[in-house]
């Protein structure tokens, strides 16, 4: 065995058993930078960014706690052919959006507040810390734990490995059940030095910047044995493990990013590939004609795939869901129940109570299943516990749909964000809703198509009762001159509404909805005309007029 570095730190010896209270608490997120964030790497994330807040803030299994805490972002990039700078941008930036920020972590141009390299640890990057994984080697090669191998360097497994692990327990792997495995790769032409295995290169990295808990998804599990094995090989203190289960799709599929090139070859297969002869970007021919091939299943190139066949987009990645118009804090609180629950029956809470109750010891072993429709569940009660300023905000900072910017006065944003306070599950669900029938003359409306049930029930029962009530309706809009905003509205109509007799506010509010959308089903109607404006809710009345009595509202008046 080597001689213990200067500065070893001894194992941690159960689940149960923190590091010495003076000792930081560090943890770790470790992507591979070959595409964008996928949702179970937002879990990983989330879990070990709570481990170090709790240290941090001595709160949970930490509280009594004097080390402090540190999350370390590192990227995996020694994949040099898939590894991009656009993806480790894309990576920070929705980890951002998820409030995730790190400790310590590299330079990443174009990521505000992350552009210069924080930490006394780094390099953040494998492909730059190349000089310390031969330093390691060097090492094992002078205590015989390795041989070379046509080019290639391995690591002598000659005896059993027992580990601890916050979910699983205590583990024994046989020395016989565990290969002599590769940890440095051959050199390749050109390379000054030669690049390591995942194995060796997970190790090094984490023992030098001395991380504590070590929480990864469950498919590293049976890569433990191998890394135990160098841990104490090379004399370091083993970390506590913490494997946390898969998520998986509702049909027990893995949730994986090959579900999206999935979708669009089926959407191919029933509608035909869509042509990309306008993409200008330089690498895209190719790579679609790759994806074509099923050579790869390049996320991006599904995505764009689906997008121009007009098919929905499976929401796998962390930015699929903030472009479908979740909230960030409902999605987390989501997440955090996908494998762990804090007990007492308790669903909804926000990051402070996560910090203050998760364990890891609470992590299940069983995979979990994503339910879309609970997530839809989670969003829409966290829309309505917004205020509406706050939702007002959060529709225009929504950068999916710029419809309603182009159309919406920013003074109009209150009145957007009460309209669907009540109704909405997604900020796309409003702006989608905006989009089709309140900025944009909906074409049901342009070439009378309205829902026929509506139409009969609202417009034409009782000899066209609602058309003339209708009519009433246009008459007291029209006259409300420039105060078109929702209180003199909804006087207005309750107005109309006394005065000509009618049974409830339902009378003219019904048929207007009709009028304007072509389907009775709207927000509030007195926040849909003032978001409409009154000049389009007139002109669209005068359409619905035109469509069943064959002229406009002003004529059959005159």
Request: proline share 6%; charged share 25%.
């Amino acid at each position: 065995m080597v001689e213990k570095p200067a500065h070893y730190t001894p194992p941690m010896a159960s689940p149960e058993i923190s590091p010495s209270p003076d000792r930081p608490v560090v943890t770790r997120f470790a992507p591979s930078p070959t595409g964008n964030l996928h949702i179970g790497g937002a879990r990983t994330a989330l879990y070990a960014w709570v481990v170090a807040q709790q240290a941090k803030r001595r709160v949970g299994p930490f509280k009594d706690h004097t080390g402090g805490g540190r999350f370390i972002l590192r990227f995996e990039d020694t994949d040099r052919a898939r590894s991009s700078t656009a993806s480790e941008k894309q990576i920070a930036e929705s980890m951002l959006w998820l409030g995730l920020d790190w400790d310590e972590g590299p330079a990443i141009e174009g990521v505000a507040g992350h552009e210069t390299t924080t930490g006394d640890h780094g390099p953040y990057r494998q492909s730059e810390r190349l000089p310390l994984y031969h330093e390691q080697l060097d090492r094992l090669r002078a205590a015989g734990h390795v041989y070379d191998d046509d080019g290639a360097v391995r690591f002598k497994v000659t005896q059993d490995v027992t580990f601890v692990d916050a979910v699983y327990g205590t583990v024994t792997v046989k020395a016989d059940d565990i290969e002599d495995f590769v940890i440095m790769k051959r050199k390749a032409d050109g390379d000054d030095l030669a690049y390591p295995t995942f194995h060796f290169a997970v190790v090094v990295d984490d023992a030098l910047m001395e991380v504590t808990h070590v929480i990864r998804g469950v498919e590293h599990l049976s890569n433990t044995p191998k890394h135990a094995a160098l841990y104490d090989a090379l004399g370091f203190g083993r970390p506590l493990w913490c494997h946390t289960p898969s998520i998986m799709n509702p049909d027990g599929s893995k949730m994986s990013k090959r579900d999206k090139a999935k979708a669009a070859r089926k959407a191919a297969d029933q509608f035909g590939w869509p042509s990309c002869s306008n993409v200008t970007a330089d690498d895209f021919q190719p790579r679609y004609a790759a994806f074509k091939a099923k050579e790869s299943d390049d996320a991006e190139i599904a995505s764009w795939t689906l997008a121009a066949l007009g098919q929905p987009i499976p929401e796998i990645e962390t930015l699929d869901f903030k472009q479908s118009g979740y909230l960030a804090k409902p999605l987390l609180n989501y997440l955090s129940l996908l494998g762990w629950n804090p007990g007492n029956d308790l669903e909804r809470f926000d990051l402070e109570i996560l910090i203050e109750t998760f364990d890891l010891s609470r992590v299940n072993k069983a995979n979990a299943r994503f339910d879309r429709d609970k997530l839809l569940d989670f969003n829409r009660d966290a829309i309505t516990q917004l205020t509406i300023p706050e939702l007002a905000a959060a529709i225009d900072n929504y950068d999916e749909h710029d419809g309603y910017r182009r159309h919406l006065p920013a003074d109009k944003l209150n009145w957007l964000a009460e309209a669907f306070h009540e109704r909405a599950r997604t900020l796309r669900e409003i702006a989608d809703e905006a989009e089709e029938y309140i900025f944009d003359a909906p074409a049901r409306v342009q070439d009378a198509d309205y829902e026929s049930k509506g139409a009969k029930k609202w417009l034409t029962k009782s000899d066209d009762q609602g058309l003339s009530d209708l009519a009433k309706a246009y008459e007291t809009l029209a006259a409300l001159d420039d105060d078109f905003t929702p209180d003199a509205i909804e006087t207005a109509l309750n107005t109309c509404v006394q005065e000509n007799d009618m049974k409830n506010l339902g009378s003219v509010a019904q048929p207007l909805r009709m009028a304007i959308r072509g389907t009775p089903v709207t927000p509030p109607i007195h926040l849909v005309l003032t978001l409409i404006g009154k000049g389009a809710t007139l002109r669209r009345i005068d359409a619905c007029w035109q469509a069943f009595k064959g002229k406009g509202v002003a004529e059959a008046s005159g």
